[in-house]
């Protein structure tokens, strides 16, 4: 892909997100999920790989939507990206905690929450439907 | 006259060794130096160890809370993914310094990684603990990192560097010492040691100089040599002076020497009591005085002489009592043993507690001319008989006699015929009657009688000791009779003369020898006129 492409791409996207950024963000899991909801600080450490396994020993999937990642941990945690990156780029030296898998869009997190009843995911509120179960709102 | 040459260096060597070594300023001043900056570094060094050990220590921690510090996001990353991986590499990280001995990363509940030798209880509550807080919640903490400091490590450290120092401290120490001790010498010890050898090497009376030392003409050295160089020039004067002076005393010691020690008086000194002190050779010979010098020393002079009257003990009375000279004729007997006449003088010593110079002339020949005229005054020269001076002097000398119970006698006898004898025969044969008539007359009386001629033809016998008259009248008797015997003058000439003499005896004391000579005169004269050739006693008086 190249620039000349994505750039004008990124640019119609920002200009596009204007009454979106406003909305709120959930954190979402399959109905079927065992975890009921979660606390910020149970989101934070879900998130951020301190907490790996659920107390019944089930993995989680952790999933994160790439446009929404800044917003999402900027309320979650109150950090810009760049921290972030900087985080997972420790870990991924030593190869034990795996950095959250990410998809391209809010709906690509839908489908694979609705497939996946370990995975849990953000979206913004208004991309909500049926298949998923909020267990957390992040208030702005 | 050369004046006898002193040095400096005349002194035995022993006290004058040149000072060298040990005993030098230098050495002794930079032993002192050294001495003292050691100690006083010794002092430094000890004192400063634990005060540097702790310092270091200090240092050393504060160092590792650094590290701490610079590994503490990772660490804080770690233990809230909870990645032992991570926390391993953080601790096996911080055991590469050497001042950490053990490091471990534990959250909550369990160690996440460790590294080092892990430490037993006892030390453990000597680590450094950094609460590790979440890398998105300063408020949520999640874990601690430990870090045990090798405090052998730092020990050694510090001990390293306190060595360190202290070796610094006697390198300055030695070097300030050296520097002192080198000026010093040059500064000090090397003036005074150009100065000390030229002083000991100096010939005083030659008159040479202290040189100034080298660089030291304008301080205290400098002052010092010309002090020095002042001085020996004032005793070089004095030297001069004292010798000269030494030198006409001593000629003139010799001079009075050899007069006092050939002088043919006796020259002598005598102390208060009169006894001997110093003489000369002639007094020496003059009183016999013992060969040894001090073995004549202390002898008193009135003993040497024959001072029956304590002449001598008036002598130095009188000078005792303020007379400036006195003297008086003593006899003594001298080294050959003869009798000899001595004229003393004596005059006191001024100044010299009572001591009186004396001198002794020998009066021998004085004394004997004097004794033999007056000898010849009391002689008739024709007969050698007493003239009437020397009858008078005998009489007066016996009359003085206090004899006890025995009277004296006198004898006047008077020659019958003798005017015809010289008027026939002439003045030699009657002269010489005149002395056959004396030696008959002195056969005739007693060894201890007087005989004088007192006129022409008249004689006197003076009778001593006479205990009774009937012995005057038995010597007039025998001189009559002997008298009346012819006489062979001139050649075989015979003559016959007679006497007629006076008797007079009396007992102590005596009349006057006139008075006596009267009376007898009178008797000799009744006898002339009962006819001649007779003795007549003389009545009492």
């Not at chain 2, 000279?325 to 001298?334: H, M, P, Q, S, Y």
Request: hydrophobic share 50%.
């Amino acid at each position: 892909m190249s620039a000349r492409i994505l750039l004008p791409a990124i640019f119609a996207l920002l200009l596009s997100t204007q009454p979106v950024r406003a909305e709120v963000l959930v954190v979402i899991a399959h109905p079927d999920s065992p975890i009921g909801t979660l606390s910020r600080e149970q989101a934070t450490h879900l998130f951020l790989g301190r907490v790996k396994l659920l107390p019944s020993g089930a993995r989680v999937k952790v999933v994160e939507v790439e446009p929404l990642r800044e917003t999402f941990y900027r309320q979650l945690v109150r950090r810009e990206i760049a921290e972030i990156n900087a985080y997972w780029a420790r870990l991924k030296f030593s190869g034990r905690t795996q950095p959250p898998h990410r998809v391209p869009d809010a709906a690509a997190a839908m489908a694979l929450v609705a497939s996946d009843p370990s995975a849990i995911a953000f979206v913004e509120g208004g991309s909500l439907d049926a298949r998923a179960r909020v267990l957390f709102r992040l208030d702005p | 006259m050369t004046p006898e040459r002193s040095s400096f260096s005349d002194v035995p060597a022993r006290g004058f060794e040149r000072v060298t070594g040990v005993r030098s300023i230098a050495f002794r001043t930079t032993a002192r130096i050294l001495l003292f900056g050691g100690v006083v570094g010794a002092v430094v060094a000890l004192g400063s160890a634990p005060l540097i050990e702790s310092r270091e220590h200090a240092r050393l921690e504060h160092a590792l809370v650094e590290v701490m510090a610079t590994v503490e996001r990772t660490a804080r990353v770690a233990v809230f993914a909870r990645d032992e991986t991570l926390a391993a590499e953080v601790v096996t990280g911080l055991i590469q310094s050497r001042s950490v001995a053990y490091a471990v990363i534990e959250d909550s509940d369990a160690v996440l990684a460790a590294a080092g030798q892990a430490p037993d209880d006892a030390r453990a509550s000597a680590a450094l603990v950094r609460t590790l807080s979440s890398p998105f919640d300063e408020d949520e903490a999640v874990g601690r990192l430990r870090v045990l400091p090798a405090t052998a490590f730092i020990a050694e450290q510090a001990a390293v560097y306190s060595q360190l120092l202290a070796a610094l401290l006697a390198v300055l120490v030695v070097s300030i010492t050296l520097g002192v001790a080198w000026l010093v010498r040059r500064g000090v010890t090397c003036g005074i040691r150009a100065l000390s050898d030229g002083l000991h090497g100096l010939d005083v009376a030659a008159g040479t100089k202290v040189e100034v030392p080298a660089g030291h003409a304008r301080d205290e050295l400098g002052r010092l040599a010309k002090d020095i160089n002042a001085l020996l020039a004032r005793v070089d004067d004095a030297l001069e002076r004292e010798h000269a002076t030494q030198a006409l005393l001593a000629a003139s010691e010799r001079k009075w020497r050899r007069i006092f020690e050939s002088a043919e008086s006796g020259l002598f000194t005598l102390d208060a009591e009169g006894r001997l002190s110093d003489w000369n050779p002639a007094l020496a010979a003059a009183l016999a005085l013992p060969a040894e010098r001090a073995a004549g020393e202390g002898l008193r002079l009135a003993d040497r002489l024959l001072d029956t009257e304590a002449g001598v003990e008036r002598m130095l009375q009188a000078i005792r009592a303020g007379a400036e000279v006195v003297e008086a004729d003593f006899e003594c007997g001298n080294l050959k043993g003869e009798m000899r006449w001595l004229h003393i003088v004596l005059n006191p010593l001024e100044g010299e507690g009572g001591m009186v110079q004396g001198i002794a002339s020998d009066v021998t020949e004085r004394k004997r001319a004097e004794a033999l005229a007056r000898a010849q005054a009391a002689r008739d020269a024709l007969t050698g008989l007493l003239n009437r001076r020397g009858l008078e002097e005998v009489y007066a000398r016996v009359a003085r006699h206090d004899h006890d119970a025995a009277g004296l006698g006198l004898l006047l006898i008077d020659l019958d015929g003798f005017k015809a004898v010289n008027d026939s025969h002439g003045h030699e044969a009657g002269d010489e009657l005149l002395r056959v008539v004396a030696r008959r007359i002195e056969t005739v009386v007693r060894r201890t009688d007087k005989v004088a001629r007192v006129g022409g033809d008249e004689f006197v016998v003076l009778l001593d000791r006479l205990n009774s008259v009937s012995v005057a009248r038995n010597i007039a008797a025998k001189l009559v009779d002997s008298l009346a015997q012819p006489f062979s003058v001139r050649g075989g000439v015979q003559v016959s003369i007679g006497a007629s003499i006076g008797v007079v005896h009396t007992q102590y004391p005596p009349a006057q020898a006139s008075e006596l000579l009267r009376r007898a005169d009178a008797a000799m004269y009744e006898a002339k006129k009962s006819g001649k050739s007779q003795y007549r006693i003389a009545f009492p008086a």
